[in-house]
């Protein structure tokens, strides 16, 4: 069996950030491996920002992702 990730996106901005747009999977996975193996939750949101600019995800949605991962502990 594979790595288990979610995108996890509150119910309420669902019609802004569709769970299962493609763009986001790879980002995604690639922050919850990251944070699995120990990496600090900035540096893991800073690779999971590169990705989803990889991906063409645009500047604001990467910004306000980037935010979200970045400091959901902190909240």
Known sequence: MGFQFDVSIPRA????????????LKAAALHDWLLSEGWDR????????????????????????WLAVSLYRYT
């Not at 901005?13 to 986001?24: C, G, Q, T």
């Not at 900035?42 to 992702?65: C, E, K, P, Q, Y």
């Open 13 to 24: 901005l669902r019609w802004l950030f569709d769970p299962a747009a493609p763009e986001y």
């Open 42 to 65: 900035m540096t893991a949101g800073a690779v999971f920002h590169n990705a989803l600019a990889a991906d063409g995800v645009s500047v604001w949605r990467r910004l306000v992702m």
